[in-house]
């Protein structure tokens, strides 16, 4: 399969906030998303959407400016395979009180 090809990647726009680490399990999928945005955020959310995981993760709802979040997508992904999808994460910037949504990719190994 061409997708066993596939580099892992945890990826968002350069807009301040960052996808630091990434991992993936067969029951879930974990996301450390940092704030560098120069503002603090409010009703902060990360979803998937990809084969095997359709999911919003747990994780704070608020990132002050260069805080780290971790955020965990409860999924039944298949082992020895690999999980491709769309990272989205929605907020509020606290400053202006207008909402935001990021759109990346991410792609993982699931051991």
Do not use: W
């Not at 503002?39 to 709802?61: E, H, I, K, R, Y």
């Not at 805080?67 to 999980?83: D, M, S």
Request: proline residues 6%.
């Amino acid at each position: 399969s061409p997708d066993r090809f596939l580099p892992e990647k945890c990826t968002l726009p350069p807009t301040g906030i960052a996808c630091l680490d990434s991992t993936a399990s067969t029951t879930a999928i974990s996301l450390v998303i940092q704030n560098s945005g120069g503002f603090s955020m409010s009703n902060v959310s990360v979803s998937l959407d990809g084969t095997g995981c359709v999911a919003t993760a747990t994780g704070p709802t608020a990132l002050e400016n260069g805080e780290k979040g971790t955020y965990v997508a409860a999924c039944t992904l298949t082992g020895g395979t690999k999980y491709k999808g769309t990272l989205s994460v929605n907020y509020k910037n606290v400053d202006t009180d207008l909402p935001h949504t990021e759109t990346g990719d991410l792609i993982k190994r699931v051991p």
